[in-house]
């Protein structure tokens, strides 16, 4: 029997929202939002976008942040559990994100009980943020421009005796469902599995991703 491993996105899955776009609305100046506006419309990369919203910001804004981050996003029902449920059951659970460690991290050190983290970093040893990106694409993925490269983790953490599943939201998200054995979905993601006939079961909350996993552990082969 293959071993199922979990990929599971950040913002918009474990999160309710978007880190980045509320880090934005709070602390940016205005042009951040043409910045959002071009990687929602494939004009610019991830990478160029992104990085280029939090050069606005300075370095010593990091603390408030944090701060800001933790005490207003919302975690989605059921994470604690799960995080606890996949512990309980042998399954490693990581967390690959598109969001960067400073603000991540913290989020996630309640649920002790997580494999790995794969995420952007950011540097604030100079006036401004600024942001690295030690997770680029590998020669096989599509987009060449994820930022951070879920399908290229999966390639290197997955092997043949295991089963992935990936839990995700969003686009940046979708590539990585391509080449997993299972997908849970929701919004944009749903949609997009829908219409290119990938295979999917949907979720809410992580209560539903505990009983899909309850089943699925009996399908695996
Ligand atoms: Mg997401
Ligand atoms: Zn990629």
Request: hydrophobic content about 40%.
């Amino acid at each position: 029997m293959r071993k199922p491993v979990i990929f599971c996105d950040f913002d918009g899955t474990v999160t309710k929202k978007d880190n980045i776009i509320s880090i934005m609305k709070q602390f940016a100046p205005p042009e951040w939002e043409k910045w959002k506006d071009g990687v929602l419309s494939q004009s610019v990369s991830i990478q160029e976008g992104v990085g280029n919203m939090f050069a606005l910001l300075p370095s010593s804004l990091r603390k408030d942040i944090v701060e800001y981050v933790v005490n207003t996003a919302q975690i989605r029902e059921g994470f604690g559990e799960f995080a606890q449920y996949t512990k309980s059951q042998g399954i490693p659970l990581y967390i690959v994100s598109g969001g960067i460690d400073f603000f991540v991290k913290p989020m996630l050190e309640p649920f002790d009980s997580i494999a790995g983290l794969y995420c952007n970093e950011a540097d604030f040893s100079g006036e401004n943020i600024h942001i690295r990106w030690p997770h680029g694409c590998d020669q096989e993925c599509p987009n060449q421009n994820c930022g951070c490269c879920k399908p290229a983790i999966i390639r290197h953490t997955a092997n043949s005796n295991m089963y992935s599943v990936v839990i995700g939201d969003s686009v940046t998200d979708l590539q990585a469902a391509k080449i997993a054995d299972s997908v849970i979905a929701r919004d944009y993601l749903l949609e997009k599995c829908k219409e290119l006939s990938i295979p999917f079961q949907s979720f809410e909350t992580f209560y539903d991703c505990i009983e899909i996993l309850e089943k699925l552990k009996v399908n695996i082969k």
